[in-house]
Nanobody
Framework: QVQLVESGGGSVQAGGSLRLSCEVFGNTYRPNCMGWFRQVPGKEREGVAGIYIGSGSTHYADSVKGRFTISQDNAKYAVYLEMNSLKPEDTAMYYC???????????????????WGQGTQVTVSS
């Protein structure tokens, strides 16, 4: 049973930083890509950042470019999201996701992903 386990969410004031972590457990295949998505109540889930595992090629939503950085741990199937200069509009539930066993064409499109974590809450106060 493949599980994605997230950690690192919390509450921070505007301008602060948080680092989210996500590790894949119970896996026998290397993910083709992994990503971070976020969702607020009443809105669709949106892609924040994605990374091709292996090449390390990264993709970001325009709203987070220059503030967020996604990275991978080459020793294990794990990705991180470093979030700096946080804004109240970054408040959301953040989900880690992975594409396994199939091609990854669009790292910021949730329909590409077939494995999801439970989510971790990020709250940014003004």
């Amino acid at each position: 049973q493949v599980q994605l386990v997230e950690s690192g969410g919390g509450s921070v004031q505007a301008g602060g930083s948080l680092r989210l972590s996500c590790e894949v457990f119970g896996n026998t295949y290397r993910p083709n890509c992994m990503g971070w998505f976020r969702q607020v109540p009443g809105k669709e889930r949106e892609g924040v950042a994605g990374i091709y595992i292996g090449s390390g090629s990264t993709h970001y939503a325009d709203s987070v470019k220059g503030r967020f950085t996604i990275s991978q741990d080459n020793a294990k199937y794990a990705v991180y999201l470093e979030m700096n200069s946080l804004k109240p509009e970054d408040t959301a539930m953040y989900y880690c996701a992975a594409v396994m066993g199939r091609l990854c064409n669009e790292p910021l499109v949730q329909s590409n992903y077939n494995r999801w974590g439970q989510g971790t809450q990020v709250t940014v106060s003004s």
